[in-house]
């Protein structure tokens, strides 16, 4: 039997994403956990998975467009499932026909990045019992936090698959209900206002339909309810052109009720939205895009970086020859093994082994600046200019990692950074960043800090310029500028200076951290 496919949470906050990739094609056979879509959030590219073996029957978005979380994303017809749903709702559909009320299973959505299953902390409901939409029907415990989960419709609850303290699936069904007048009319007040405007719609316009025909968008991303959708749909309203009263502009069912009343803000009709939109089509010789998916993640996050924190700036020089002597004696050794020995392993063990002395640097501070966390893993950030906008994974644990094992970790991340693939767990938990802007060009710098870090250093460009010996001899020398920014709060001058001094001298004679490691 055709299901559809609702696209689920896909990330906390997120409420649409853009089909990037469509990696099947309507009639294609598929499995369970077979890549379907690859969809971009404001986060990362993710890819979206079959959650049943079956055909595929429908897409219902296009490459390029916009997809709402919690909506049809495609339609498939489920293998092995057409004789068992008719046996199975047999006599649920035989015992709702006369109310009128469709059974449906609440499957568990994404709860958190990562979050494949959650305990049943206490159900809120019992089976039998009336709820109404967003009410809470039950806890339950995640590995990060207790999660109350709300109802999508309003109905009666028919069965509750899990025990308290049972372990439930993501994507899975967590309780049956049946949804109430699923073809219900609208309630008396509403209808009588669609039934005077259209009576009125060929003399003069009431005021519902004027302001639904003058009204421009007013709430571009839409947030709603499957059930508010649905309530639109029948009202043939467009949810966009609906200002919402709740959170973030999310759009209740009596919302739409004061819309099609006429209920409606005049101030709606001079929206800054709708002359910003005329004065960028009327606009000759220009074009206008929209700041999305990581590049606006990244913007919000700088903005509260440097608003937030008293950034500081310290520059040095570092002379590398002897770490390029080593590098290159040991390259193709190391590549013959599968391993690509870069200079980025030997900045990234030798900042770890810095840290050890100055554990200041391996810290975070609270957003008033009350208490300072220490960390023992150094979780070392490296930033990555991917096609999807700027990712910082983190190798975790370098502190007990070799050379070896930091280079392999670090072609893994930036490869699958650079394909804007990189999974949630890599992105987070960094406790100090290396910005490698001179791989493009550049000296100096002056990086922003990774909030809530401490600390980030921006690696120049490598230079061969000529320097003084022992002797007095100017010979040519392997040079590269960093350039380091610190959060002053909790960092001074002097310390920065020490810490980089330590970190400068292991990589100027890299015999000195082979000795330092464990």
Excluded at 195 to 210: F, G, L, R, W, Y
Excluded at 250 to 256: A, P
Excluded at 302 to 328: C, G, K, N, W, Y
Aim: glycine share 6%; hydrophobic share 40%; aromatic share 4%.
């Amino acid at each position: 039997m055709a299901k559809d496919f609702i696209l689920p949470d896909i990330g906390e906050g997120i409420v649409e994403c853009e089909v990037v990739e469509w990696l099947v094609a309507e009639g294609d056979s598929v499995t369970e956990d077979q890549p379907i879509c690859d969809v971009m959030t404001d986060k990362a590219l993710v890819q979206i998975p079959a959650v049943h073996d079956g055909v595929i029957t429908k897409l219902y978005c296009q490459k390029g467009e916009i997809a709402k979380v919690h909506a049809p994303l495609f339609a498939m017809d489920v293998a092995g499932e057409s004789t068992a749903a008719e046996t199975d709702t047999a006599a649920p559909q035989q015992n709702t026909a006369s109310s009128d009320e469709q059974v449906e299973d609440f499957i568990l959505p994404d709860i958190g990045e990562g979050i494949v299953e959650c305990e049943i902390v206490e159900w809120l409901v019992s089976e039998g019992d009336d709820i109404v939409e967003d009410q809470a029907v039950c806890d339950v415990m995640t590995d990060k936090a207790l999660v109350q989960i709300p109802a999508k419709y309003t109905g009666t609850v028919q069965k509750l698959y899990y025990q308290k303290g049972e372990i439930a699936k993501v994507h899975s069904p967590l309780f049956q209900m049946t949804i109430a007048g699923s073809k219900a009319k609208p309630t008396a007040d509403v209808n009588q206002a669609v039934v005077k405007a259209q009576s009125n719609a060929a003399s003069e316009k009431t005021p519902a339909t004027s302001s639904q025909q003058s009204t421009k968008i007013v709430n571009k991303k839409a947030v709603a309810s499957p059930a508010v959708r649905r309530k639109a749909r029948e009202l043939e309203v467009d949810l966009s052109c609906v200002p919402g009263s709740g959170k973030n502009g999310r759009i209740y069912k009596h919302d739409i009720e004061e819309f099609v009343k006429g209920e409606v803000p005049n101030s709606i009709d001079t929206s800054p939205l709708q002359t910003a939109s005329a004065a960028t089509t009327s606009t000759a010789g220009t074009r206008v895009e929209p700041i999305k998916g990581i590049k606006a993640a990244m913007a919000k996050q700088m903005v509260a970086s440097v608003s937030t924190i008293p950034h500081f700036t310290f520059s040095d020089e570092i002379d590398l020859t002897q770490l390029i002597t080593l590098r290159t004696s040991l390259k193709e050794q190391y590549k013959a093994e599968g391993v690509k020995l870069t200079m980025m392993p030997f900045f990234v063990k030798a900042l770890s082994l810095a840290m050890k002395q100055y554990p200041v640097l391996n810290s975070k501070v609270n957003d008033d600046c009350s208490e300072l966390t220490y960390y023992d893993e150094h979780n070392i950030g490296i930033a990555v200019d991917s096609k999807v906008g700027l990712l910082v994974p983190n190798i975790k644990s370098c502190q007990s990692k070799s050379i070896v094992q930091v280079a392999n970790d670090l072609t893994r991340l930036t490869d699958a950074a650079r394909e804007g693939r990189v999974a949630p767990d890599d992105l987070k938990g960094g406790t100090i960043s290396i910005s490698n802007i001179g791989a493009i060009g550049g000296t100096i710098a002056t990086p922003i800090i990774n909030k809530p870090e401490v600390a980030i250093v921006a690696l120049g460009k490598l230079q061969h310029l000529p320097r003084f010996d022992e002797s007095g001899q100017i010979v040519s020398k392997a040079i590269m500028q960093v350039s380091w920014s610190g959060d002053h709060r909790v960092i001074d001058g002097g310390t920065i200076a020490r810490f980089n001094n330590l970190w400068k001298s292991y990589l100027e004679n890299p015999a000195t951290m082979m000795m330092a490691m464990n």
